[in-house]
């Protein structure tokens, strides 16, 4: 190129004009940077150096850039996102239950009403929680008590018997025996009620008795085994005896068992429930690992016909063993050794279509699993923070197909184990349940609160990953009774957690906004834990949690936007009054610079004159041809104004 050819950083004069060009210009990529040596450059841009163009007219600019974008609310709650500066978060209800980790309420109602964990407090009234009833033990005895539904008819009685033991009885709300029912002088293995007449099993035959009587049991079938299972359906006695299914139609006292309606062809399988709904019976059982539930549907004559081959309604996963079935609103409630599912049921075949595992609780394959029945509420036996205690699953409220809201419902605090069976107390709605160990039964009082329940919510994100600094936070709802401790819960990086407690309302303190100044770091997400006690002079009374709302600022590092001019001319001098340049040199130097912008990568920005470096993405480029300004400038050229964002 001819013309004249100062440089500073080339290589010899002589040097071919591309080498010397990309030397002079200093760019070998865009995280290269430059190192003054000749020339005293005041910027440079990815190892690009230039000269500072600075006026009144053209202005060095640094601001922050935004870092919150416009929004707008379109929340199914509205509210959440109208306020300016703060990021909010909040929750009304909680009548959706357990089961999620982060409280992220895009997800529909599937999530906005549902939480991560609870305890001793009743969630399922929309729009408020409070405290459970407090369940204490009432009898105490070595054995595993099996409850039966509502025998006695009273309501303060819950009849009971011990698997293995040889007496029923009859046991009031404050433990006492109210009658005992004679037995045999064997173990006993089952006990059915068809509401008037008790049917007791035991390893060598099934006994009938009129319930309230203590006289001796009258001797029924012979069975000559102790796997009996036993259930009255469909107004009959049907038993699963050895590896057979019988319907026990006779009159009382026929000793003789009919001909099986169907036997299974393996010798290892036992009969573990039967149950019924509209159009059949069912049976379940396993062998081995496997396990599954048989349908009988009765014939036109409405008996129970004789099946060659059994009719598999529903085969579980290998490994999941069915230990309790029970049909309640239209559904198949599946008990095993892993959890609760539940099944639709057809009305016109009696198949069944079972959903995924609601309650995931695994006690063991020999621990048993039992049910109780109130309007839409299924009571679940399991094991609630390692003691014996109940779930309840709502009915009434599917999140996902056959998917249904739950929660951990009462438990018996201080004791290890799981709960056995439960029930009623004869015609009333106080539940009582066994436990595994030798604990006998606990029963929920009908007045008297738990001393203290919480329930804490999913970790909240605000559906980014960015982190926040989590900074006020206040309850809603009734807190002139008892008290609500108000605290927040960090996961530790181990899967810990840990507890900061902040404030506690009460008739002593208003339900004000706090602020939450621990965990002192931002954090990516924060979970937060609200703890009711009941009244301290009246145990009947109890703070009602209605909701919160926490407020938060994001804590993204702020990044900057810095504007500033430089000269781009084919000649130019340093303050020092040193030469650079060639003919052409500022065109090439508008093309490269160009080319960095076009791919937007990430390059160093230096500000050479005061010594500072950062990582930094072009925003803007713009070039204006101009006159050379004085005669230390020359040639083609003008002043390019480059806008830069930090990174």
């Known amino acids: 190129m001819a013309g004249r050819d100062i440089t500073e950083g080339r290589g010899s004069a002589t040097a071919s004009i591309g080498r010397a060009i990309a030397v002079d210009l200093g760019i070998t990529s865009s995280s290269s940077v430059w190192t003054n040596t000749d020339i005293a450059y005041d910027v440079a841009l990815g190892g690009m150096p230039f000269i500072y163009a600075v006026s009144d007219e053209r202005p060095y600019i640094r601001q922050t850039a935004p870092f919150n974008k416009p929004q707008f609310d379109n929340n199914q709650e509205p509210g959440e996102q109208s306020l300016t500066g703060w990021w909010i978060r909040s929750q009304s209800s909680f009548h959706s239950g357990i089961g999620i980790k982060f409280y992220d309420p895009s997800g529909g109602e599937t999530t906005a009403h549902r939480f991560a964990d609870s305890s001793n407090v009743d969630v399922f009234t929309k729009g408020q929680v409070t405290l459970l009833k407090e369940t204490t033990n009432t009898t105490t005895s070595t054995g595993i008590y099996k409850l039966l539904s509502n025998v006695s008819g009273s309501t303060d009685v819950v009849t009971a018997y011990i698997p293995g033991s040889t007496t029923i009885k009859d046991i009031t709300t404050t433990g006492s025996t109210n009658s005992t029912y004679a037995t045999t002088a064997s173990a006993i293995v089952d006990v059915v009620s068809n509401g008037t007449t008790l049917f007791i099993a035991n390893a060598t035959r099934i006994f009938y008795q009129t319930i309230g009587s203590t006289a001796a049991l009258n001797n029924h079938y012979s069975t000559g085994t102790a796997a009996v299972k036993m259930a009255w359906v469909k107004q009959r006695l049907v038993a699963g005896i050895g590896t057979s299914i019988y319907e026990l139609t006779g009159a009382l006292g026929t000793t003789t068992l009919p001909t099986p309606a169907y036997t299974h062809p393996n010798s290892g399988w036992t009969w573990t429930s039967i149950s019924e709904s509209g159009s059949a019976i069912y049976a379940s059982g396993y062998a081995g690992g496997t396990s599954a539930i048989y349908k009988f549907i009765l014939s036109a004559l409405g008996g129970m016909p004789t099946l060659t081959s059994g009719i598999v309604a529903a085969q579980l996963p290998i490994g999941e063993i069915i230990n309790k079935i029970e049909s309640y609103l239209g559904y198949l409630v599946i008990g095993t050794n892993k959890g609760v599912r539940v099944a639709s049921i057809s009305d016109t075949t009696g198949d069944l279509g079972y959903g995924p595992l609601i309650i995931e609780d695994n006690l063991g394959a020999t621990a048993p699993r039992d049910f109780a029945f109130r309007d839409r509420f299924v009571y679940v036996t399991g094991s609630i923070g390692g003691c014996p205690g109940l779930y309840r699953i709502d009915l009434g409220n599917e999140l996902e197909t056959l998917r249904f809201a739950y929660a951990p419902d009462t438990f018996l605090s201080g004791v290890s184990g799981y709960a056995t069976s439960v029930d009623f107390v004869g015609n009333s709605d106080q539940i009582a349940f066994t436990t595994s ?134 000649t130019e001098t340093d303050k020092y009054n040193t030469l650079v340049g060639y003919e052409g040199r500022a065109f090439d130097r508008i093309r490269l610079l160009e080319d960095i912008e076009k791919t937007g990568d990430v390059i160093t920005w230096q500000d050479l004159s005061i010594g500072e470096s950062q990582q930094a993405v072009i925003e803007e480029v713009s070039f204006t041809r101009m006159t050379p300004p004085d005669r230390r400038f020359d040639g083609f050229g003008g002043i390019i104004e480059i806008t830069i964002r930090t990174v």
């Open 437 to 570: 160990g030798s604990n006998g039964i606990a029963i929920q009082s009908t007045t008297v609160l738990a001393e203290t329940g919480y329930i804490k919510t999913g970790k909240i994100r605000y559906g980014t990953l960015e982190p926040k600094n989590f900074k006020r936070l206040i309850a809603r709802g009734s807190f002139t009774v008892g008290q609500t401790l108000l605290s927040s819960v960090v996961t530790n990086a181990g899967g810990t957690e840990t507890e900061f407690d902040y404030i506690g309302y009460s008739s002593d303190v208003n339900p004000v906004e706090v602020i939450t100044n621990q965990p002192e770091d931002a954090q990516e997400f924060l979970a937060y834990k609200f703890t009711l006690s009941r009244d301290a002079t009246d145990t009947t009374l109890g703070p009602t949690f209605k909701g919160y709302q926490i407020k938060s600022t994001i804590a993204t590092p702020r990044v900057r936007l810095i504007k500033f001019p430089v000269y781009c001319f084919d």
